[in-house]
T-cell receptor, first 113, second 115 residues
């Protein structure tokens, strides 16, 4: 069984501030982990993925995430928020059988000027 | 590569009517997924095809729901006798069949409103 918990349905930051979106996972096998972003009226797009090659994963638009097995976490960070980062962010886990991803409930990132 | 295409983008229907959604995946992708997304929730898995074979179905997929993928190309998701609880965004995604992390490419979704 696999699941994802995203802490905080909304995160609000000022433009230029650090972004931290939290994700904890549960998986009975070594996981693959993903962050997807969904802009209004668009499909989900892959930001980054963890595939066991490196614990610190860099994605698009200066986002990165660190896999911490001891904490079963895969938090997403960005050093400096832009207004264009305002979107819904989803953490997902897969890794067994058909590799069908299971998604978290999502975190809405709000960026203030 | 035009991405994953879903039609219609919006559907408003009355309770009890049947609706059908179509998904055209990326042409070289042999895996196709349907998810459902309601307000404030993440995508919930409904069903998965590898080529034309429907390999997994979620318990969310009641007997009023049926999905097909004839010839392993486009897919349709039909909901019979719609209920207000079926109102949601229906997402289609596709991926290539390769070992390792399974990265999904999503369409923009088909929003269903049942009155």
């Amino acid at each position: 069984a696999q699941s994802v918990t995203q802490l905080g349905s909304h995160v609000s930051v000022s433009e230029g501030a650090l972004v931290l979106l939290r994700c904890n996972y549960s998986s009975s096998v070594p996981p693959y982990l993903f962050w997807y972003v969904q802009y209004p009226n668009q499909g989900l797009q892959l930001l980054l993925k963890y595939t066991s090659a490196a614990t610190l994963v860099k994605g698009i638009n200066d986002f990165e995430a660190e896999f911490k097995k001891s904490e079963t976490s895969f938090h997403l960070t960005k050093p400096s928020a832009h207004m264009s980062d305002a979107a819904e962010y989803f953490c997902a886990v897969s890794g067994s059988g058909s590799y069908i991803p299971t998604f978290g409930r999502g975190t809405s990132l709000i960026v203030h000027p | 590569d035009t991405g994953v295409s879903q039609n219609p983008r919006h559907k408003i229907t009355k309770r009890g009517q049947n609706v059908t959604f179509r998904c055209d995946p990326i042409s070289e992708h042999n895996r196709l997924y349907w998810y459902r997304q309601t307000l404030g929730q993440g995508p919930e898995f409904l069903t998965y095809f590898q080529n034309e074979a429907q390999l997994e179905k979620s318990r969310l997929l009641s007997d009023r729901f049926s999905a097909e993928r004839p010839k392993g190309s486009f897919s349709t998701l039909e909901i019979q006798r719609t209920e207000q609880g079926d109102s949601a965004m229906y997402l289609c995604a596709s991926s290539a069949d390769r070992a390792g992390a399974n990265v999904l490419t999503f369409g923009a979704g088909s929003r269903l409103t049942v009155l």
